[in-house]
């Protein structure tokens, strides 16, 4: 599927490419060889912004390894509005999860920053898995780590409140545990509404509040006075707001 953006066909998984992808979480205990056999069916494309990868519930022919840009997962809610579920960065997989179970796409996905990604048709792909068992295992351990975290990620929008899901996607962009630190915002507000669950209002609302913890925005640059403050806030127990 393409609804307004061009997808450029680039060839086959290069040497270079293969050690991109040799490290990303659903091949990563695999043989490099291993890989290699797996994907030699696979093509390289550049997708730009806009570009339409698959809808909701069509059937589910392939697979993508996602190695730069990003892209947007979506599900549609009743009065057929996109709900965004997550926005993927460079080093991940996704719809590999439908072809081994459903060959169903229980999202939709859509590019919001021009990517290159490795297009891997499931038919090629399940076939060789069918004949190295040892395989699947390898990879079902990485599917299951993306599922706990796709797991932790329900339960944040469950349990904490809109300005806590901003603290700790906050929290995430650096490795400093103390101090002072800056960090940049990987994507418009818009789109960070989207993936922390919440109306870009309430975004605006969630900033305003962690101003008492010592975070300030400015063109999308946050400033954290000190992590562990804003850590210890987003662990404690607050009620839902909006």
Do not use: W
């Amino acid at each position: 599927m393409n609804d307004t953006g061009q997808i450029l066909r680039l060839g086959k998984v290069t040497p270079d490419i293969l050690r991109q992808v040799v490290s990303v979480p659903l091949f990563a205990g695999l043989p490099t060889d291993s890989v290699t056999e797996l994907l030699a069916n696979a093509e390289v494309i550049r997708a730009e912004s806009g570009t339409q990868l698959f809808s909701q519930g069509e059937p589910a022919d392939r697979f993508y390894v996602q190695l730069d840009g990003q892209v947007e997962l979506f599900v549609l809610t009743q009065d057929n509005r996109e709900s965004v579920i997550d926005i993927l960065a460079g080093g991940e997989t996704f719809a590999e999860e439908a072809i081994f179970d459903t060959g169903i796409y229980p999202v939709g996905a859509k590019v919001v920053s021009d990517a290159r990604l490795i297009a891997v048709e499931a038919q090629p792909f399940m076939e060789r898995l069918s004949k190295e068992f040892h395989l699947v295992v390898a990879m079902m351990a990485g599917m299951s780590r993306h599922l706990r975290v796709l797991l932790y990620q329900i339960s944040e929008l469950k349990l904490k409140s809109t300005a806590q899901r901003l603290g700790g996607f906050l929290l995430s962009l650096t490795e400093e545990v103390e101090g002072e630190v800056r960090v940049s915002l990987p994507y418009d507000k818009r789109l960070l509404a989207n993936r922390l669950g919440m109306k870009p209002e309430s975004l605006s609302r969630a900033l305003a509040k962690l101003r008492d913890t010592g975070v300030t925005d400015k063109d999308g640059k946050v400033t954290i006075l000190d992590v562990s403050e804003l850590r210890d806030y987003c662990l404690e127990g607050a009620p839902l707001d909006s």
